[in-house]
């Protein structure tokens, strides 16, 4: 029977996002393997990797905040924006003193707007922005700015003697920590470039319970999270055996039949912007301790509507 739910992978670097997904279907020889939140190949750190009907839930995560930290070179910059394009332009940064640079960090919180960088996978017109890039064309489109929500940033380490910056990020979907390192590098008209980034952190996944691919060849299963885990946003209602039978059946749950309820959780009013009005009226439908699936409250029916059923009758003797 093949299992379902959410694995916290560390991706490491020189790999990348689809080739850790391919890495655990091998491994663990299934083929509904997913995975949420692109990391460039670059990047290492926390990947949710869904299995079997978990794959559904990627719709779910946009109330996730991500976590990075980010090490910054000044001095210089590439047209990738990160140490691994090619150099195009150096600075002098003798004059930079760490007043400054903390400054130009305090411009980059709450709500702002990107250009997304060219080596990205924005479309314009049907095709990647790295498309063009590589090709060394201009998009026949200039991309646009987008907004983005950045709820902190924290420098954690300045040294001027090799005029580096290691700092922490969270912020929304969408966020580019690289047009971060490039916009501070710009402000203090000295060029910057990202020289590492990790993902520390997305949603109710952190880094410190991740695991490596060479631990999920000796584990399996064994760190296997069940997909309602990461759904810690969503509220929560339990309803009896036979309210549960109908619901997975595609009822409506009337609120009447509600044994117990728990609210979805209040969400920042930055994060509105990034988010489907309807995840913000979203429950978890269990009976008994049995997740059923998720359910939006609707104002019209004034009944709990179900979007995604992610229990069959016949994966138990009994619902």
């Known amino acids: 029977m093949i299992k379902d739910g959410v694995l916290n992978i560390y991706k490491p670097e020189n790999m990348t996002s689809s080739q850790v997904v391919g890495a655990v279907r091998r491994i663990l020889d299934v083929r509904k393997v997913g995975h ?3 990391l460039d ?17 990627m719709d779910y995560l946009n109330f996730d905040l991500k976590k990075y930290r980010c090490t910054l070179q000044f001095g210089f910059t590439t047209d ?27 411009a980059f919180e ?50 001027m003697a090799d005029f580096r910056v290691t700092f922490t990020v969270s912020c929304s979907k969408g966020t580019y920590i690289r047009t971060i390192c490039q916009d501070v590098g710009e402000a203090l008209k000295v060029g910057a470039t ?11 996944l952190k880094v410190e319970n991740s695991i490596t691919l060479e ?24 309803v009896n055996e036979n309210v ?17 309820l728990e609210e979805p959780k209040q969400v920042d009013e930055n994060l509105l912007d990034f988010i489907d009005p309807k995840l913000l009226r979203a429950y978890r439908v269990y009976t008994g301790d049995i997740f059923l699936g998720v359910a939006y409250f609707s104002e019209k029916y004034h009944k709990l509507v179900a979007d995604k059923v992610f229990y069959r009758r016949d994966d138990d003797e009994n619902i």
Not at 41 to 57: D, F
Not at 97 to 104: N, S, W
Not at 122 to 132: A, D, N, P, S, W
């Open 36 to 38: 949420t939140g692109t």
């Open 41 to 57: 190949p670059m990047a290492t750190g926390v990947l949710p990797v869904c299995i079997g009907k978990a794959a559904r839930i």
């Open 80 to 106: 990738t924006l990160d140490i691994w394009g090619e150099k195009l332009e150096t600075y002098d940064c003798s004059n930079l003193t760490e007043k400054d640079v903390r400054e130009a960090f305090n």
């Open 110 to 159: 709450g709500l702002i707007y990107q250009y997304p960088p060219m080596y990205s996978a924005v479309r314009i017109q049907g095709k990647h922005l790295y498309e063009y890039a590589r090709k060394g064309v201009k998009p026949p489109v200039e991309p646009k700015k987008r907004k983005v929500y950045i709820e902190d940033l924290t420098i954690e380490d300045i040294d």
């Open 194 to 204: 990202m020289l590492n980034l990790e993902r520390i952190g997305t949603g109710a």
């Open 215 to 238: 631990e999920l060849e000796k584990t399996k299963w064994e760190n296997l999270l069940p997909t309602d885990s990461i759904l810690v946003n969503f509220g929560k209602v339990i």
């Open 244 to 260: 549960g039978f109908r619901f997975v059946d595609g009822w409506h749950i009337s609120m009447k039949d509600i044994l117990s």
